[in-house]
């Protein structure tokens, strides 16, 4: 089965900061691989995709994945951090005609 | 993006009695819906997927019989937690993807969750 891992619960970044979000999976054959965005009691936002081709995807509000092959990473980056970036960040990969998603990780981002 | 409506937000039940929730994809047709439960601060724990017109295919450990499934349209799942009990307490979402896109390189679409409390 395709997995993605999520080693950080949480992310603490000074607005204007980088943000960086770990991803790395594991999948026999090509990987699909996703970025979404949970605010608090909402549901998920979808911010970029990587199914082939370039390897630095761009996506919504400002975000950018970089996708490893060497390293079975798909990090999602922001170059400057926003106080309205705090949130719950999952990674998820396409597991036959289902998502698998990591466990998420928490950004906040301090004023 | 694609938009998908889930009914209600929030809902508060007494223990015993039904709920049932509502997963509406607004301006697309979608053939296959997905149903999650989410606890506090964790991931997305798949419980089933919904065929229209067919029988939902329920993830290993989730009781078929108390989380009833029904996708009778294109634009509609519903998911009804019979006799709920506290422990029932979630946030339950719905996704969508589009009629005829069940590729590997389609996103999926998530309502904006229902937050069941069992009293």
């Known amino acids: 089965a395709q997995s993605v891992a999520q080693p950080e619960d949480q992310v603490n970044v000074a607005e204007g900061n980088p943000l960086t979000v770990k991803c790395t999976y594991s999948v026999s054959g090509n990987p699909y691989l996703f970025w979404y965005v949970q605010y608090p009691n909402r549901g998920l936002q979808f911010l970029l995709k990587?199914?082939?081709?370039?390897?630095l995807v761009k996506g919504s509000y400002g975000f950018e994945a970089e996708f490893n092959k060497s390293q079975t990473s798909f990090h999602l980056k922001k170059p400057s951090a926003l106080v309205s970036d705090s949130a719950l960040y999952f990674c998820a990969v396409r597991d036959d005609y289902k998502l698998s998603f990591g466990a998420g990780t928490t950004v906040t981002v301090r004023a | 993006g694609a938009v998908v409506s889930q009914h209600p937000s929030r809902v508060i039940c007494k223990s015993g009695t039904s709920v049932k929730i509502e997963c509406r994809s607004l301006?697309?047709?979608?053939?296959?819906m997905f149903w999650y439960r989410q606890f506090p601060k964790k991931s997305l724990m798949l419980m089933a997927t919904?065929?229209?017109?067919?029988?939902?295919?329920?993830e290993q450990g989730v009781e078929k019989d108390k989380f009833l499934i029904n996708h009778a349209s294109l634009t509609l799942s519903t998911l009804t937690v019979t006799s709920a009990h506290p422990e029932d307490s979630s946030f339950y979402i719905c996704s969508a993807s589009r009629m005829g896109s069940m590729l590997v390189n389609t996103e999926a679409f998530f309502g904006q969750g229902t937050r069941l409390t069992v009293v």
């Open positions: 919904s065929n229209e017109g067919s029988k939902a295919t329920y």
């Open positions: 301006d697309f047709q979608a053939t296959t």
């Open positions: 990587y199914i082939t081709g370039d390897n």
